[in-house]
């Protein structure tokens, strides 16, 4: 608890700087996550174009996922309806994802 105005405005300004970081660094979180998106895109797209789903590269492994993601939540369109199923099924986009994943390759002993 402050004691004085002095302390309350040395916290105040501490907590205003704080802020500022935080805000700085989320903007460089941002673009470090829009990087990484762009760069797996590319990554994507290389690998749909090989047709591989595996590949090492300089000691790193290279993992490509394409799968489908359904748009909806079943259990909510089934719950309490006698066709809700047929419903679900009816409105069912499946949303094509591709994950791609970086790790370090297993070194063969």
Not at 12 to 41: N, P, R, T, Y
């Given at each position: ?50 047709q591989k789903n595996e590949l090492t590269v300089a000691g790193l492994t ?48």
């Amino acid at each position: 608890m402050c004691t004085n105005m002095k302390e309350l405005q040395t916290i105040s300004e501490k907590i205003f700087e704080l802020e500022q970081k935080k805000a700085k660094k989320k903007k460089e979180m941002d673009a470090l996550d829009k990087e990484i998106k762009q760069l797996k895109s590319e990554t994507s797209s290389y690998m749909k174009k090989r047709q591989k789903n595996e590949l090492t590269v300089a000691g790193l492994t290279v993992l490509f996922t394409p799968y489908l993601r359904p748009l909806f939540d079943k259990d909510a369109f089934i719950a309490g309806e006698e066709d809700g199923e047929e419903i679900y099924n009816k409105y069912l986009k499946q949303v094509p994802i591709e994950r791609v994943t970086v790790k370090l390759a297993q070194s063969v002993k």
